[in-house]
């Protein structure tokens, strides 16, 4: 398995880690709690993130568009979560929760693509030219929320031609049938590896090993 993640053309690409959704006080967390607790989501994704800069990969960070006053308001169709967003203003620029967990910050050398609007981190954003401008080809998804953004980007990135990754216990939902749906359902149609944190980062050490 190790010799699949090259670090040279390997990418994690951690999806919408804001406070709203991964502390406690977060306007999402409540939601997510749960699942998000069942999995282990938090260290599993402080483990993986270490283990890729540990093997010298890229870090991306994938990030939500942060609500501003009059987003989506004349649209013509917001999607249901659009519209949720402009009644609880999500992930809210120059709030608290719109920034990055405090574990999850940038750090030198990582690429924070440009914000999405809707469930792909790759539609009308940077992403697909970040990666290839950085010779990545196999992209390794983790972060929120698994059955939407998740599942969204990596299918796009399936289409684009990248290898995808989907890791079980590194990513949460808001109920464990949609992280049924997401890993046992959806992600077998277009993910190239559906695995674990632990079989993930042995992966990784390998690479470096």
């Not at 990969?57 to 979560?81: A, K, L, Q």
């Not at 998804?141 to 590194?170: K, P």
Request: some cysteine.
């Amino acid at each position: 398995m190790s010799q699949a993640y090259d670090p040279r053309h390997t990418a994690v690409l951690l999806v919408d880690p804001y406070n709203d959704f991964l502390s406690e006080g977060g306007k999402i967390w409540p939601r997510v709690q749960p699942v998000a607790e069942q999995v282990g989501l938090l260290d599993h994704l402080r483990s993986l993130i270490a283990s890729a800069r540990e093997a010298s990969m890229r870090v991306m960070i994938v990030p939500h568009r942060r609500w501003e006053p009059g987003d989506y308001e004349t649209w013509d169709h917001p999607n249901p979560t659009q519209r949720a967003i402009m009644d609880r203003h999500s992930f809210a620029r120059g709030t608290w929760g719109g920034e990055f967990h405090p574990d999850f910050q940038p750090q030198p050398g990582d690429i924070v693509a440009r914000e999405h609007w809707a469930q792909s981190g790759f539609a009308n954003t940077d992403l697909d030219f970040q990666l290839k401008q950085h010779g990545i080809s196999h992209v390794v998804l983790i972060g929120l929320l698994a059955n939407t953004c998740i599942e969204s980007t990596g299918r796009f990135a399936m289409e684009l031609g990248y290898h995808v990754t989907l890791v079980r216990d590194a990513t949460a939902a808001f109920l464990p049938e949609m992280m049924r749906a997401a890993h046992e359902l959806n992600g077998p149609t277009f993910a190239h590896a559906i695995t674990t944190t632990d079989k993930l980062t042995a992966a990784f050490a390998g690479t470096h090993a």
